[in-house]
């Protein structure tokens, strides 16, 4: 056995040139595989990092109607109850994000506009979003202000600036009438129109007064250090609380939609990968078949000297699991090399497609994923591939006429 993969370590590079191209091939396809996968996952995380910190958080605690009716009138009581919950799992969670939200009427003089009232932690929503480094007008407000920060784009709607009064008028909880006169501090802007056209945010206990809702809450965010956890961290706080009365739902619970686009784009992005494989596949089979036509004269020779065929098969398997292993490891290198470069250095976006993606709430940047998984899987898949075509060269040494090859 030593002496057979001996002997098929000094065949690879009897002939340095044909080996090299042959490892160049599996090099080549560990290399464009893993760069693809990368910029996918890599998307991908990056859309779901937008909506988790721009909106729903990994975990919220709702009302049990909150999801399914989503008023004022089915917010959650944040109880003792609650509390205790979150306590016994304080050690998973990063921290917790209180807020309210509800619909009114905004207007300045004439001017009116619908917009989304939001009661927020300051400090809580800067750790999440840092949403106070959007200010482009006056200054955040603290819990103990009493004055609003609005959007930009409805800044502009209703002539508001920094200074001036804001009417709120809307529908508080269980049918209270909302309606409330707030200086206005300060101006957000933020890339998606909607957001910029209809966002107010208020300090939550005045935003709480407001809805005549006190200690009550839209939904509590909860956010964690290791997303892994999110499934079963979510199943045991729903252990911990009432059915009746609490739903603990997981961001893919609170953005169906989103989740449905994103398990459409991994099948797409399973056959273009599979397309990319194939081509790599024949690539690599290519050049190994060009190498056994090379040899054939060399194998007759062998067989008529006495190796025998499951020797030669055994040497030509090992050839092409030693250059397997070679190509996938200098090509996972390389790879992460490239991959790392632009993880850190991401390519910034132009024109119509970076307005797409702002439009979607995300940075318009091109970012790549240095998961291990990218790496693994692709160097297994690309690494399998080349073992499956070493077959042939083997099928091939057992059908070989050693009379006529030798001949040749």
């Given at each position: 056995?030593k002496?057979?993969?001996?002997?098929?370590?000094?065949?690879?590079?009897r002939?340095?040139?044909?080996?090299?191209?042959?490892?160049?091939?599996?090099?080549?396809a560990?290399?464009?595989?893993?760069?693809?996968?990368?910029m996918i996952?890599?998307m991908?995380?990056?859309?779901?990092?937008?909506?988790?910190r721009?909106?729903t958080?990994?975990?919220?605690i709702?009302?049990?109607?909150?999801h399914d009716?989503?008023?004022?009138?089915?917010?959650?009581?944040?109880?003792?109850?609650?509390?205790?919950?979150?306590i016994?799992?304080e050690d998973e969670?990063?921290?917790?994000?209180?807020?309210?939200?509800g619909?009114s009427?905004?207007?300045?003089?004439?001017?009116?506009r619908?917009v989304?009232?939001?009661?927020?932690?300051?400090?809580?929503?800067?750790?999440?979003?840092n949403?106070?480094?959007?200010?482009?007008?006056?200054?955040?407000?603290?819990?103990?202000?009493?004055?609003?920060?609005?959007?930009?784009?409805?800044?502009?709607?209703?002539?508001?600036e920094?200074?001036?009064?804001?009417?709120?008028?809307?529908?508080?909880?269980?049918?209270?009438?909302?309606?409330?006169?707030?200086?206005?501090?300060?101006?957000?802007?933020?890339p998606?129109?909607?957001?910029?056209?209809?966002m107010?945010?208020?300090p939550?206990?005045?935003?709480?007064?407001y809805?005549a809702?006190p200690?009550r809450?839209?939904?509590?965010?909860?956010?964690?250090e290791?997303?892994?956890?999110?499934p079963s961290?979510?199943?045991?706080?729903?252990?911990?609380?009432?059915?009746?009365?609490?739903?603990?739902?997981?961001?893919?619970?609170?953005?169906?939609?989103k989740l449905?686009?994103f398990?459409?784009?991994?099948?797409?992005?399973a056959?273009?990968?599979?397309?990319?494989?194939?081509?790599?596949?024949?690539?690599?089979?290519?050049?190994?078949?060009?190498?056994?036509?090379e040899?054939?004269?060399e194998?007759?020779?062998?067989?008529?000297?006495?190796l025998?065929?499951s020797?030669?098969?055994?040497?030509?398997?090992?050839?092409?699991?030693?250059?397997s292993?070679s190509?996938?490891?200098?090509?996972?290198?390389?790879?992460?090399?490239?991959?790392?470069?632009l993880?850190?250095?991401?390519?910034r976006?132009?024109?119509?497609?970076?307005?797409?993606?702002?439009?979607?709430?995300?940075?318009?940047?091109?970012s790549?994923?240095?998961?291990?998984?990218?790496?693994?899987?692709?160097?297994?898949?690309?690494?399998?591939?080349?073992?499956?075509?070493?077959?042939?060269?083997?099928?091939?040494?057992?059908r070989?006429?050693?009379?006529?090859?030798?001949?040749?």
């Amino acid at each position: 056995m030593k002496a057979l993969l001996t002997l098929a370590w000094r065949n690879l590079w009897r002939k340095k040139r044909r080996t090299l191209i042959t490892m160049s091939s599996v090099v080549f396809a560990t290399v464009l595989a893993v760069i693809l996968m990368s910029m996918i996952s890599g998307m991908q995380e990056q859309m779901v990092d937008s909506i988790v910190r721009n909106t729903t958080g990994y975990i919220q605690i709702q009302d049990g109607r909150y999801h399914d009716e989503p008023s004022l009138d089915n917010i959650l009581e944040y109880s003792d109850e609650v509390k205790d919950a979150l306590i016994a799992f304080e050690d998973e969670i990063k921290y917790t994000l209180p807020r309210i939200q509800g619909f009114s009427l905004a207007a300045k003089e004439m001017g009116s506009r619908g917009v989304m009232v939001n009661g927020i932690v300051p400090e809580k929503e800067n750790m999440m979003n840092n949403l106070s480094s959007n200010i482009v007008k006056g200054s955040m407000f603290t819990p103990e202000d009493d004055f609003a920060v609005i959007a930009e784009g409805l800044a502009n709607l209703l002539e508001v600036e920094p200074g001036d009064s804001l009417i709120l008028l809307g529908q508080g909880f269980q049918g209270m009438t909302a309606v409330g006169r707030f200086r206005v501090g300060g101006i957000l802007r933020f890339p998606m129109p909607e957001q910029n056209n209809s966002m107010v945010y208020l300090p939550l206990e005045q935003a709480q007064h407001y809805f005549a809702a006190p200690n009550r809450l839209s939904g509590l965010i909860i956010m964690v250090e290791d997303e892994e956890i999110v499934p079963s961290l979510s199943a045991r706080l729903q252990e911990k609380l009432d059915t009746e009365w609490y739903a603990v739902k997981t961001w893919e619970e609170l953005m169906p939609d989103k989740l449905a686009a994103f398990e459409a784009r991994e099948a797409q992005v399973a056959v273009f990968a599979w397309v990319l494989y194939i081509v790599a596949g024949f690539g690599i089979f290519g050049t190994i078949l060009t190498m056994l036509f090379e040899r054939l004269r060399e194998f007759g020779i062998l067989l008529s000297i006495g190796l025998k065929r499951s020797q030669l098969a055994f040497i030509c398997f090992a050839e092409t699991l030693m250059v397997s292993i070679s190509g996938v490891m200098i090509g996972l290198i390389a790879a992460f090399a490239v991959v790392y470069n632009l993880h850190i250095k991401p390519i910034r976006l132009g024109d119509e497609l970076a307005d797409v993606m702002i439009d979607m709430g995300i940075e318009p940047v091109l970012s790549f994923s240095i998961a291990p998984g990218v790496f693994i899987y692709q160097g297994i898949v690309v690494f399998i591939i080349a073992l499956v075509i070493g077959i042939y060269p083997v099928s091939k040494v057992y059908r070989l006429n050693m009379v006529k090859s030798s001949a040749k």
